[in-house]
């Protein structure tokens, strides 16, 4: 067979594309040549084509378990069900990349598509730039991790099966939505660099530039979601955020990509920030590729390290080197052209969300310096260490919870000039009753005003208050207020939703960080232990077969107040094809809580290390991730971003 | 100075000033939550300070994990081929700890030159061995050839 030659070849040839895409049109736009201009756009087209086939070839080897092939024979196995066959394409790193190609040529394609009311240049500098990155990406790939690698001549009967953590929905998932974020601020990275390349940066730049930033961004926050979901149910631990070098990885360019979208909006609409936006997006794409570099090169101790080799390290982090000095040195020869096209004052939107923005870089300046202290010290050669969460978390919180006080300021607030009694005169009444109301909820669900909880959860009030009184002020001059609540634009709606979200999120985070209660106890069949009105009782365990493992089930009778409630059925399986064990925890989900029940290690006489958990309002954390992407979504597709640019063009 | 730019030195200053506090708060909490790595070698030397965190890692040794009946009580040892250190650890045991595999301990050093143990962390692949094990165990000169590897060349 043939076909994994055809992939190699056809992303041989998606390279060439890319090369051309990356010179031709940007040599066409600096002369003003419009027939080179007019590349672009067939150029993306069939790098887009090829990275296809070349994808769709690795799915093919994967599908009719072509073991010849390295990658396929080390990352799946016959007895695999055919739906993660075809996700263990990106199930290891060399499929992984040819994910991320994909999804930077489907980036490019979509800009091509989709840029028909853009002047033809700066979709020509657009393409390029998009080009330049894809052909980083493609030499890597092919030098150094090529999926269609072939053992010849004798190559195994039976693969080596993909690792039992990730034959779960979560790896169908959780890859794709992260790298579309990921690989989405290469778009605002191209944006950026275009309109410095064209000397251009006005709030037009920052219209185009919005939508696509705002999409990405949503990707990204529904990828952490879903990662941090996936962990939650499948590690078995119950936790649902490490601070893990690669969550902190995919979290620092979320934070960046967060400043950049409010930042885009300060610039579209009042034609300031404009080289603190440039900035923002070179960085919240740099910090896309230090995070590559992070997981792809083994340097940390993290559960995704799944590849180590120096090769592969070295080339990310020159491409990093190549693409940060690059942009910069761009950016220090152009930033002093651009020119603010107004004034604010001391108090206004405007320096409402700088401090907003700088927040927000501070968080991901102090979550960049945990990440990589300790590679800095080992490399300096004083010694390994680790960075815990204590100091994470000691950072993080207060920082966030500053931001949530702003947050709801900068709703109420003006742009240009705000008076201090104005606000004042807006907020006293949200922020009295956020107080009022959040300690009362506090009280009524545990009977005690534990610091962090209240103060989290009287911010949320806070942000979802001040959020109604804003709404409130939008209608209070129209006669038909029920019919004005539907006339906002769809921007505005994404704006309110993404910070319910956030506010969601606070609720589950401050409760479910202080009211977990875990129980981790030695059970023989007949055991039972009880806490929040929960009684669980250990009945035995018993053997099962899988299609491709055998597992030791558990079976643990949950009583609610002493009424029976529910069966559970936490397993302990052993992975055949790789003698690899795994906890499969039993959740049951709820709105207001999870139970969680998971198998430790079997003991003498049928006993089971057994671990217990409460997990209160956890859902709670995922809820608002969804919140914040279907905002962003709603943001992005407002017809403003679409109508007013046909004008220009014409 | 005209009102915009007073307004400029103010906006300048508080950004100043608040990434000062920001910078000086975290390298003060940076301080406070490092965890120096030990390998064993280095804790029979006496290198390793008591009573504060470490993370010391090594190979489990062969035979050594002694469970308690009745609770969630485990002792073991880990090696790096050269010296070793007793670890004990009250909980639930990563799926990956076994035998001969790389484990990384949290914890800190009490009086008997145990580690009392916080946290174990095995990784979610028995080819892959913790970066600070494999160096220690280089170091010692006792790097085990991994079996099985014939898929990850």
Redesign the interface.
């Known amino acids: 067979m043939i076909i994994p030659e055809l992939g190699e070849y056809a992303l041989i040839l998606a390279f060439c594309l890319s090369i051309l895409l990356a010179t031709v049109p940007l040599v066409g736009a600096t002369r003003g040549n419009a027939l080179w201009m007019d590349f672009a756009r067939p150029l993306s087209k069939g790098m887009f084509f090829f990275t296809l086939v070349s994808f769709l070839c690795l799915g093919w080897s994967f599908l009719y378990n072509d073991f010849s092939v ?1 990658y396929v ?2 990352n799946s196995n016959t007895a695999l069900p055919w739906y993660f066959r075809l996700s263990a394409i990106w199930g290891g790193h060399e499929g992984s990349l040819l994910l991320w190609v994909l999804i930077l040529a489907a980036w490019t394609l979509a800009v091509a598509l989709k840029s028909r009311n853009l002047p033809q240049d700066i979709v020509a500098r657009v393409l390029a730039v998009m080009g330049w990155i894809a052909i980083g990406f493609y030499l890597f790939i092919l030098f150094t991790s090529s999926p269609f690698e072939r053992y010849l001549p004798g190559f ?1 009967q039976e ?2 099966d993909l ?1 039992p ?1 990730l034959q779960d929905f979560g790896l169908i998932v959780h890859p794709p939505m992260l790298y579309m974020g990921y690989v989405g601020f290469a778009v605002s990275f191209a944006f950026a660099i275009a309109a410095l390349l064209s000397g251009r940066l006005d709030a037009a730049w920052a219209r185009w530039s919005r939508p696509w930033t705002t999409v990405a961004w949503a990707f990204l926050t529904l990828g952490i979601a879903l990662g941090s979901w996936w962990a939650y149910y499948e ?2 631990w119950g936790g649902w955020w490490f601070w893990d070098p690669v969550e902190n990885a995919s979290l620092m360019p979320w934070l960046v990509g967060t400043a950049l979208v409010h930042s885009l909006a300060v610039t579209e609409k009042r034609g300031v920030f404009k080289s603190w936006t440039v900035l923002l997006a070179i960085f919240a794409f740099s910090l896309s590729l230090l995070g590559t570099f992070l997981v792809r090169s ?2 940390l ?1 993290s ?1 995704h ?2 590849a ?1 080799d120096p090769e592969r390290g070295l080339f990310i982090l020159i491409m990093l080197v190549v693409v940060i000095g690059g942009s910069l040195l761009l950016y220090a020869f152009r930033a002093g052209q651009m020119r603010s096209e107004s ?1 604010f ?2 108090l206004s939107r405007e ?1 409402l969300l ?1 401090v907003n923005n ?1 927040l927000l870089v ?1 968080s991901c ?2 979550v960049l ?2 990440t990589i ?1 300790p590679l800095i010290i080992d490399a300096l050669g004083m ?6 969460p ?2 994470f978390n ?2 993080f919180v207060p ?1 966030m919870a500053i931001m949530l006080v702003f947050m709801g300021i900068g709703m109420i607030s003006r742009w240009k000039q705000t008076s201090l009694k104005m606000l004042a005169q807006q907020l006293w009444l949200p922020g009295v009753a956020a107080v009022l109301i959040g300690m009362a909820l506090t009280w009524s669900y545990s009977g005690e005003l534990a610091p962090w909880v209240t103060l989290g959860i009287v911010l949320a009030c806070w942000v979802v208050l001040t959020g109604m009184r804003d709404q409130y002020n939008r209608l209070r001059h129209r006669s038909e207020k029920l019919a004005g609540l539907f006339k906002q634009s769809r921007s505005y709606y994404g704006m309110q939703l993404a910070h319910l979200g956030v506010a969601v999120l606070v609720v589950g985070v401050a409760l479910v960080s202080v009211y977990s209660e875990q129980r ?3 059970m023989q069949p007949g055991d039972s232990m009880t806490f929040r009105d929960y009684t669980f009782i250990f009945e035995g365990s018993k053997h099962v077969e899988g299609p491709n493992y055998t597992s030791d089930q558990g079976q643990i009778k949950v009583l609610y107040r002493d009424e029976p409630y529910a069966e559970m059925y936490p397993e ?1 399986r052993l992975y055949t094809a ?6 499969e925890a039993a959740i049951d989900p709820g709105f207001t809580r999870d139970l969680y029940v ?1 198998l ?2 079997p ?2 006489n049928g006993a089971w ?1 057994v ?1 217990l958990q409460y997990k209160p309002y956890v859902r709670w954390l995922w809820l608002g991730g969804l919140l914040m992407t279907f905002g962003g979504l709603l943001a992005a597709s407002d017809p403003r971003y679409r109508k007013r640019l046909r004008p220009a063009a014409a | 100075m005209t009102p915009k730019r007073k307004q400029r030195l103010f906006l300048v200053l508080f950004i100043v000033v608040g990434v000062g506090i920001s910078v000086g708060l975290t390298l003060f909490a940076l301080s406070q939550n490092i965890n120096l790595f030990y390998s064993p070698t280095q804790i029979a030397a006496g290198e390793a300070p008591q009573d504060t965190r470490i993370r010391a890692g090594g190979m489990v040794v062969e035979g050594s994990i002694k469970r308690d009946p009745d609770s969630l009580f485990v002792s073991f040892e880990i090696t790096d081929y050269d010296k070793t250190v007793t670890v004990e650890y009250v909980g639930i045991l990563p799926d990956l700890f076994r035998e001969g595999q790389g484990i990384v301990a949290q914890g800190s050093m009490n009086e008997h030159g145990v580690l009392d143990a916080v946290e174990v962390l095995a990784k979610h692949d028995e080819n892959y061995m913790p970066p600070e094990v494999a160096e220690a165990l280089a170091k010692a000169g006792k790097m085990p050839m991994p079996e099985g590897q014939e898929f990850n060349k």
């Open positions: 390295v024979a080390s195994p693969g080596a690792n953590l590690l078995g083994g340097v101790t559960v390290a799944f180590s004034s004052g001391l320096s700088l700088v501070v300046a102090m310096l945990g202290y010694g390994k260490l680790s960075v815990g204590p100091y000691a950072l920082l981790d106890l030695r302990k790789r003698g690899n064990v795994m906890t998971a430790g290690e003991r003498e290390a671990r």
